[in-house]
Nanobody
């Protein structure tokens, strides 16, 4: 059974930082690309980032590029999302997910996935 469990969300002020974690089971990070999407109330879900299973190349949505960094630890079966310089517009529930395609930035925007977790709330507010 595939299971993805997010953690690390919380309330931060604009300009602050958070580090999200995604613990994966039932999948191998050697074979599956893992990424993050987010969804705010009343909004469409938005792809944020993904990391390739083949070469660890990383890809980002335009809105977060330069501020967020995705990484993985295959031995720990965990994917991380370091979020810096947070803005109120980043407020959303963040989900980690398997990515069918993760080879270009546009794969993040398209965000084709089969599995995702329960999400973790990120709120950026003063």
């Amino acid at each position: 059974q595939v299971q993805l469990v997010e953690s690390g969300g919380g309330l931060v002020q604009p300009g602050g930082s958070l580090r999200l974690s995604c613990a994966a089971s039932g999948v191998s990070l050697d074979y599956y690309a893992i990424g993050w999407f987010r969804q705010a109330p009343g909004k469409e879900r938005e792809g944020v980032s993904c990391i390739s299973s083949i070469n660890s190349h990383t890809y980002y949505a335009h809105s977060v590029k330069g501020r967020f960094t995705i990484s993985r630890d295959n031995a720990k079966k965990t994917v991380y999302l370091q979020m810096n310089s947070l803005k109120p517009e980043d407020t959303a529930v963040y989900y980690c997910a398997t990515y069918t395609f993760c080879a270009y930035d546009y794969d993040v925007e398209n965000m084709k996935s089969d599995y995702w977790g329960q999400g973790t709330q990120v709120t950026v507010s003063s």
